[in-house]
């Protein structure tokens, strides 16, 4: 059936008139509930007259100015003394938890809204009379309700939504069907083409990190480190310098010099769930061009109950039958705690109007790795592609995360809110431990002769052979105890008013980030062995090849070793940032009933980043004699293949950015006697043999091993 063709200014009742006038339906109102309904002329009373339509040409100036001026209008102006407001929260039942995007609708009046972050809805405006107004959310049935409303009136109608599935005995509600509906429902009413992943959708994953979620989204890859931690993330196949994280919209500060900030050492606790923004949108700035990705915080508000305490410890232990690296084997065991406690007050006589979030993580992470490498010669014939350099690597490290949040969300009026947050997260990384051993000659143009080279000609990718040569080195390289610590603090300030259609927000955060990524108090040590040959066998395994002698100096024999040049070395790098950002975001959503808006703001930021490299340290040995080993250490390769390779603790021969060698060339328990000509004062008042004052001076400055004549003279 074709109703009339309109043009004009109409209300909704005389639109309807207009397009039903002279046709077989008819407009008819419910007495009771004032709803209008098109029913076929036969049910209903004489047509009513078509009204004339009255057409004139309006500016979309004119339009836009008339849509804000109402907005702005004041509630108490004699324009709104008809009508009224009504309120509410939408909840689950069985969570006790607001929800956040909940759609509410008053389908009389074609008028849909949707709950915020406290699952709050406001419908402004509203003509006196009775509504039926109607709550959904995904995954939870509907609820209708009746709601009479008088004019200058502002009435309150909650919800408690539920499900079927929530009655029955044989199923049990988890946290992560309540985080996945909660995403869905996000995804749904998003007003652009985005992803959302609630933080406890993928369960209770290994180390609780926002990388560990990130990852899973689609078109994001990440970019791991040697320790298998995923901080850098390349969206659409861009790199991570050319996307923007940010925390509730506002941009989170990076590590150091780049762009990119690092996911790694920040924890999923923090969070409610992430938004993947593909592409670039008009509110955001040309350094997310790949995309954006938006942490979401906890709204305080969002909660059904008085408080809420949640609370977390695990130990995740590696079993003894799962295969570690031997520095490793020490640390099976790590905690992770988390602690969470939720409360909401009545203050200033309001009633549930301010929120308190508070939410402490602790979490240990152990980690181990070993790795082989080879380096072959430039050549598309396996036959003579030999290995001129083969390198083993061992690591071990425990990365120790904390963090605490503090959010309070205060709502002064029924259309504003006030927010304040607090976060500090940390990373701690003070004990990692690398071990590498590397032989190598020649380089990978090299061309092997009958007598004189490094590589015997024959050699190839699986089988290489070295002569006993000097340019044929064994380098052992010992780094740690490593540091590298991040301490990121920021504080945020906010609010947000709703004023009938429009929208304003505007949010102030001051954050700093502070690297420091040094060799500890150690430092790092380079042993090296020249003039020894060697064998390498793949024949067996690639990954733990036979590593045999072939003439020359015994390489097994730690004697035969010496600190390479410049192989005693202690670096100490800072990088400190300072973010300073503002932002205001105006919304006004235009009457129609699909959600369209108009949408304007202003963005300011400073950033600065403070970076320096001091009191980095370079030393060449001049003795002649060997350095003590350390035989506890063992590295993967050892294990597997036997090989004897020695090693030793860079710290001890390098403490507080010192060397400390002429306390340390003795064997624990030796003593020798040294006869020196030295008279020196020690403190107080006796003046002792030169001998007595030679020997209190260095136990004083190292300790029961000092007992060295180098150490008597540079420091007496």
Same mark, same amino acid.
């Given at each position: 059936?074709?109703?009339?063709?309109?043009?004009?200014?109409?209300?909704?009742?005389?639109?309807?008139?207009?397009?039903?006038?002279?046709?077989?339906?008819?407009?008819?109102?419910?007495?009771?509930?004032?709803?209008?309904?098109?029913?076929?002329?036969?049910?209903?009373?004489?047509?009513?007259?078509?009204?004339?339509?009255?057409?004139?040409?309006?500016?979309?100036?004119?339009?836009?100015? &008339?849509?804000?001026?109402?907005?702005?209008?004041?509630?108490?102006?004699?324009?709104?003394?008809?009508?009224?407001?009504?309120?509410?929260?939408? $909840?689950? #039942?069985?969570?006790?938890?607001?929800?956040?995007?909940?759609?509410?609708?008053?389908?009389?009046?074609?008028?849909?809204?949707?709950?915020?972050?406290? &699952?709050?809805?406001? !419908?402004?405006?509203?003509?006196?009379?009775?509504?039926?107004?109607?709550?959904?959310?995904?995954?939870?049935?509907?609820?209708?309700?009746?709601?009479?409303?008088?004019?200058?009136?502002?009435?309150?109608?909650?919800?408690?939504?539920?499900?079927? @599935?929530?009655?029955?005995?044989?199923?049990?509600?988890?946290?992560?069907?309540?985080?996945?509906?909660?995403?869905?429902?996000?995804?749904?009413?998003?007003?652009?083409? *985005?992803?959302?992943?609630?933080?406890?959708?993928?369960?209770?994953?290994?180390?609780?990190?926002?990388?560990?979620?990130?990852?899973?989204?689609?078109?994001?890859?990440? $970019?791991?480190?040697?320790?298998? @931690?995923?901080?850098?993330?390349?969206?659409?196949?861009?790199?991570?310098?050319?996307? $923007?994280?940010?925390?509730?919209?506002? +941009?989170?500060?990076?590590?150091?010099? &780049?762009?990119?900030?690092?996911?790694?050492?920040?924890?999923?606790?923090?969070?409610?769930?992430?938004?993947?923004?593909?592409?670039?949108?008009?509110?955001?700035?040309?350094?997310?061009?790949?995309?954006?990705?938006?942490? *979401?915080?906890?709204?305080?508000?969002?909660?059904?109950?008085? =408080?809420?305490?949640?609370?977390?410890?695990?130990?995740?232990?590696?079993?003894?039958?799962?295969?570690?690296?031997?520095?490793?084997?020490?640390? %099976?065991?790590?905690?992770?705690?988390?602690?969470?406690?939720?409360?909401?007050?009545?203050?200033?006589?309001?009633?549930?109007?301010?929120?308190?979030?508070?939410?402490? !993580?602790?979490?240990?992470?152990?980690?181990?790795?070993?790795?082989?490498?080879?380096?072959?010669?430039?050549?598309?014939?396996?036959?003579?592609?030999?290995?001129?350099?083969?390198?083993?690597?061992?690591?071990?490290?425990?990365?120790?995360?904390?963090?605490?949040?503090?959010?309070?969300?205060?709502?002064?009026?029924?259309?504003?809110?006030?927010?304040?947050?607090?976060?500090?997260? !940390?990373?701690?990384?003070?004990? =990692?431990?690398?071990?590498?051993?590397?032989?190598?000659?020649?380089?990978?143009?090299?061309?092997?002769?009958?007598?004189?080279?490094?590589?015997?000609?024959?050699?190839?990718?699986?089988?290489?052979?070295?002569?006993?040569?000097?340019?044929?080195?064994?380098? @052992?390289?010992?780094?740690?105890?490593? $540091?590298?610590?991040?301490?990121?603090?920021?504080?945020?300030?906010?609010?947000?008013?709703?004023?009938?259609?429009?929208?304003?927000?505007?949010?102030?955060?001051?954050?700093?980030?502070?690297v420091n990524d040094s060799q500890g108090i150690a430092g790092g040590l380079t042993m090296r062995l020249a003039g020894a040959g060697w064998i390498l066998d793949r024949s067996q395994s690639d990954m733990f090849p036979q590593f045999l002698p072939n003439g020359g100096p015994d390489f097994s024999n730690p004697d035969n070793y010496r600190p390479a040049p410049n192989g005693m070395t202690n670096n100490n790098n800072q990088q400190d940032?300072?973010?300073?950002?503002?932002?205001?975001?105006?919304?006004?959503?235009?009457?129609?009933?699909?959600?369209? !808006?108009?949408?304007?703001?202003?963005?300011?930021?400073?950033?600065? #980043?403070?970076?320096?490299?001091?009191?980095?340290?370079?030393?060449?040995?001049?003795?002649?004699?060997?350095?003590?080993?350390?035989?506890?250490?063992?590295?993967?390769?050892?294990?597997?293949?036997? =090989?004897?390779?020695?090693?030793?603790?860079?710290?001890?021969?390098? %403490?507080?950015?010192?060397? @400390? +060698? &002429?306390?340390?060339?003795?064997?624990?328990?030796?003593?020798?006697?040294?006869?020196?000509?030295?008279?020196?004062?020690?403190?107080?008042?006796?003046?002792?043999?030169?001998?007595?004052?030679?020997?209190?001076?260095?136990? *004083?400055?190292?300790?029961?091993?000092?007992?060295?004549?180098?150490?008597?003279?540079?420091?007496?």
């Amino acid at each position: 059936m074709t109703t009339n063709a309109i043009r004009g200014e109409f209300t909704a009742r005389d639109a309807l008139i207009a397009l039903l006038a002279n046709t077989r339906l008819a407009l008819v109102e419910d007495t009771k509930t004032g709803a209008l309904m098109v029913n076929p002329v036969a049910a209903t009373s004489a047509p009513v007259e078509r009204p004339a339509a009255k057409v004139r040409r309006i500016s979309p100036l004119t339009v836009l100015g &008339g849509w804000l001026a109402l907005a702005l209008t004041p509630l108490g102006s004699a324009s709104a003394a008809n009508t009224g407001v009504l309120t509410g929260d939408v $909840s689950n #039942v069985a969570t006790s938890k607001l929800l956040e995007g909940a759609r509410v609708e008053l389908p009389a009046l074609a008028r849909s809204t949707l709950t915020d972050n406290t &699952g709050r809805y406001v !419908f402004a405006g509203l003509p006196a009379g009775s509504h039926m107004i109607v709550a959904t959310y995904l995954g939870l049935d509907a609820v209708r309700a009746e709601v009479t409303l008088a004019a200058g009136q502002r009435a309150v109608r909650d919800f408690e939504l539920t499900a079927g @599935i929530y009655q029955m005995a044989e199923f049990k509600v988890t946290g992560e069907r309540e985080g996945y509906a909660a995403a869905l429902t996000e995804k749904r009413n998003a007003t652009n083409v *985005k992803d959302v992943v609630a933080m406890d959708q993928f369960g209770n994953l290994p180390n609780l990190g926002t990388g560990e979620v990130v990852m899973r989204l689609p078109g994001v890859a990440g $970019s791991p480190s040697d320790e298998g @931690i995923r901080g850098r993330f390349m969206i659409r196949g861009m790199d991570a310098a050319l996307n $923007s994280v940010t925390v509730d919209g506002g +941009l989170m500060s990076t590590q150091g010099l &780049g762009r990119n900030a690092s996911l790694g050492n920040v924890n999923a606790t923090m969070f409610e769930s992430v938004e993947l923004i593909k592409g670039h949108t008009p509110d955001k700035g040309a350094d997310s061009l790949g995309g954006t990705l938006n942490l *979401k915080t906890r709204s305080p508000l969002n909660l059904r109950e008085k =408080r809420r305490t949640t609370y977390n410890f695990v130990t995740r232990y590696a079993p003894p039958f799962f295969e570690q690296t031997p520095i490793r084997e020490k640390h %099976r065991a790590h905690p992770l705690a988390t602690l969470a406690h939720q409360e909401v007050f009545d203050v200033l006589g309001g009633s549930r109007n301010l929120g308190v979030a508070l939410n402490l !993580f602790y979490s240990e992470n152990a980690v181990g790795g070993a790795s082989t490498a080879f380096d072959y010669r430039n050549s598309l014939n396996n036959d003579d592609a030999y290995i001129w350099d083969f390198t083993t690597w061992d690591n071990a490290n425990n990365r120790k995360q904390m963090s605490a949040t503090l959010k309070t969300e205060f709502r002064l009026s029924p259309v504003t809110k006030l927010t304040l947050g607090l976060t500090g997260n !940390f990373n701690f990384e003070r004990h =990692r431990s690398i071990m590498e051993v590397r032989a190598f000659t020649g380089n990978n143009t090299f061309i092997p002769n009958a007598t004189t080279s490094g590589i015997v000609p024959g050699s190839n990718s699986r089988r290489t052979t070295v002569r006993a040569v000097p340019a044929a080195n064994i380098d @052992i390289l010992t780094r740690g105890p490593i $540091s590298y610590n991040v301490r990121m603090r920021q504080v945020d300030v906010g609010a947000e008013h709703e004023l009938r259609n429009l929208q304003i927000d505007y949010t102030a955060s001051l954050a700093t980030t502070s690297v420091n990524d040094s060799q500890g108090i150690a430092g790092g040590l380079t042993m090296r062995l020249a003039g020894a040959g060697w064998i390498l066998d793949r024949s067996q395994s690639d990954m733990f090849p036979q590593f045999l002698p072939n003439g020359g100096p015994d390489f097994s024999n730690p004697d035969n070793y010496r600190p390479a040049p410049n192989g005693m070395t202690n670096n100490n790098n800072q990088q400190d940032q300072l973010l300073k950002q503002a932002r205001f975001n105006l919304r006004y959503q235009l009457p129609f009933t699909r959600p369209i !808006f108009v949408k304007t703001g202003a963005a300011w930021r400073e950033q600065s #980043v403070d970076t320096w490299s001091q009191d980095n340290h370079r030393w060449n040995y001049t003795g002649t004699g060997p350095l003590r080993a350390e035989p506890s250490l063992l590295m993967m390769d050892q294990v597997k293949t036997g =090989r004897a390779i020695p090693q030793w603790e860079a710290s001890h021969f390098i %403490r507080a950015r010192e060397v @400390i +060698l &002429g306390c340390r060339d003795m064997k624990p328990g030796e003593v020798k006697k040294i006869a020196i000509d030295l008279t020196a004062t020690v403190p107080g008042t006796y003046t002792g043999p030169a001998s007595a004052a030679c020997a209190t001076n260095c136990s *004083k400055v190292c300790g029961s091993r000092a007992t060295s004549l180098s150490a008597c003279t540079s420091r007496a």
